[in-house]
């Protein structure tokens, strides 16, 4: 296990720390779907104009997080936790006051997706991956992905509050508080540069190496899938039931089931991830939820049949985090996993945009959600077949290494 830099910041602090920053961090950020009609309505926007600017937000996030990555692995994460966390309390308080679609853009999209790319997965797994003994670290990352799904549970109820209570714009700000307790964690995270095997690579040696090994474009792809599914159904399933007749709190009791069944899905995938074959789990996961979006589609929509769905999405929703970083630790290795997984990560994003904007667009063009339904069960099964064919061997540096 490597040592810190100061002895106080023990492995089990800062798997602790993480926990907490990406419950605040992913928390929040999952409470824009209650903001949709609210401020679409006030605003007299399309629905497609508020879905770009989240859209936005999922490209921006995917794209800063290779570089992110990148310098968390130079120079810490505790400066880069502090820098985007202060981005992140900037554009949501921008977003409060923005009265057209081009200032939407701006605070939702750009700020908050620049401060969600340095307090998320990439910057995060990276620290506890590199302070965590390879038969607990995939264990450790599906912890910490746990943590990002327990504020999905707890911040959501306390958004639809504040919302409810004091008005959306309000609601905004005092989110941004919440935000800005990430800048104390940081503190904890700051781990300074930390060699290990591979570190006599540059960055562009690294981003090369994994560039010829066809696994790192499996599990890329494999990502986009997962992104277009869970920004489709985090931004626009509150919506979906509200159209279906049932209150603003069913579809906020829905997400917040999500998140808290995959509490339980990301502790036991990655349980799991370390004592059998990632990849042949995240066969599974894609499978499971080709199946589950299947039978909701054909079952009458029902409060029932949406809290049992969230419950089923939720144990498969984010468990394909610890065993996809787990994967680029174990192929590729720890000295530049928080840039990698910050390559693999943009194509989660990728997908993210187009399934939080073609779920708005696709709307707006026919008046119902089921096209963007469809399209998510059959890229499910492709990213099922990208992920059977993955190597999970280390490459042959690491075993000349060990």
């Known amino acids: ?14 798997l602790i720390a993480g926990c907490v920053i990406l419950t605040l961090s992913m928390g929040v950020r999952h409470t824009a779907g209650l903001f949709l009609q609210p401020m679409s309505a006030d605003n007299g926007w399309s629905r497609e104009t508020f879905s ?6 999922n490209l921006v996030w995917g794209l ?12 810490g994460a505790g400066r880069t936790l502090l820098v985007a966390a202060t981005l992140y309390v900037l554009g949501l308080v921008l977003m409060s006051v ?21 307090t998320t997965f990439p910057v995060i797994m990276g620290v506890i991956g590199r302070h965590t003994t390879p038969e607990k670290r995939s264990l450790a990352l599906g912890i910490a992905s746990a943590g990002g799904s327990f504020g ?12 409810s209570t004091y008005g959306w714009q309000s609601a905004l700000v005092l989110l941004a508080c919440g935000v800005g307790l990430i800048a104390p964690l940081a503190y904890a995270m700051a781990d300074g540069h930390k060699p290990s095997a591979g570190a006599g690579q540059s960055v ?31 931004l626009h399933l509150p919506s979906y039931l509200v159209d279906a007749g049932m209150s603003a709190n069913v579809g906020m009791t829905a997400v917040a089931l999500i998140g808290l069944f995959n509490i339980f899905g990301s502790f036991y ?14 066969v599974w996961i894609y499978g499971l939820r080709a199946v589950a979006i299947f039978i909701f589609m054909l079952i009458p929509l029902s409060t029932a049949a949406a809290w049992i769905f969230a419950a089923v999405i939720g144990i498969l929703w984010l468990g394909t985090v610890p065993l996809t970083n787990g994967l680029i630790a174990q192929i590729f290795g720890l000295r530049y996993m928080s840039m990698l997984t910050g390559v693999v990560f943009l194509g989660h994003q990728l997908g993210s945009f187009l399934g939080a904007w073609m779920g708005g667009r696709i709307f707006d063009e026919t008046g119902s959600y089921s096209l963007a339904w469809s399209i998510s ?26």
């Open 269 to 282: 995938f990655g349980w799991a991830g370390g004592r059998s074959s990632k990849k042949n789990l995240l």
């Open 98 to 118: 923005s009265p057209t679609p081009l200032t939407l853009d701006f605070s939702a999209g750009l700020l908050i997706g620049l401060g969600l790319s340095g």
């Open 152 to 163: 999905q549970f707890a911040v959501l109820p306390i958004g639809q509050m504040m919302i």
């Open 1 to 14: 296990m490597n040592k810190t830099n100061t002895s106080w910041r023990t492995p089990t602090l800062i």
């Open 377 to 402: 069960i059959g890229l499910s099964i492709l990213a099922a077949i990208c992920s059977w064919p993955v190597n999970e061997k280390p490459l042959a540096r690491l075993s000349a290494a060990t």
């Open 64 to 75: 800063g997080s290779p570089f992110a990555g990148a310098l968390a692995d130079r120079y």
């Open 204 to 234: 562009v040696e690294a981003l090369h190496e994994a560039s010829r090994e066809r696994s790192f474009h499996y599990l890329f792809w494999g990502y986009f899938v997962c992104g277009f599914q869970t920004a489709f159904i985090m």
């Open 52 to 57: 770009f600017a989240f859209a936005l937000q």
